[in-house]
């Protein structure tokens, strides 16, 4: 559990640096040694934090039509530096857990743990957007009421996820489950696979 508390405490500081600035440009200060698991964990919040509200931009109805295709470009781009990050922190893991026999009757997990923690990471963002709404003074009782029982429930599945992370770790650990990764070959952002871009060379 040490691990995954580690991962939530730097998700966590990812989240509250970004709001310091709250600005989809901003340029992050990682105190985090280039290239190491804690670098790496605090770069994947930071850019899940920035794609979050480039989707709350997005969604203003009045938006300019040009710059609403210039920032579905940029979330785009987001989401494959999203997935290359998150198979950064697999091919960690493959190389930590390289020396284990899986024992004879070990199984396969549905998500690989980066995928996993990638969900951990957005739920810390959740839960910091969610007490946003539990703090505004702006709002109705009964606003602030549901947002503190949806707010229950993220935290809930935040101790739910963390567990069932560190007991999928030490299953890997103890060759009870095995590490199966698929690359998520992408298919639109390349121009030998998406007919739309190579159809026009």
Known sequence: MEFVDKCNAIFCDATNHYHDFDNVDATPVNPFQCGSIEDKLFRKNWIDAVQWHLEDII????????????????????NQDR???????????????????????ATINTESPAWALDRLSILALKIYHMQAEVNRTDASPEHLSRCQAKLNV??????????????????????RKYMKVYRQMKMYNDPETNPVLYAKK
Do not use: H, W
């Not at 009045?62 to 210039?70: G, M, R």
């Open 154 to 175: 993220l935290l809930e599945q935040k101790a739910d996820l963390s567990a069932a992370i560190a007991q999928l770790l030490d299953d890997i650990a103890g060759g």
């Open 59 to 78: 969604r203003d109805p009045n938006i300019d039509p040009v710059s609403a295709l210039a920032l579905k470009r940029r979330i785009d781009k987001s």
């Open 83 to 105: 997935t290359d990050l998150v198979e950064e922190l697999d091919t960690y893991f493959r190389e930590l857990y390289a020396g284990v026999k899986p024992q004879p009757d």
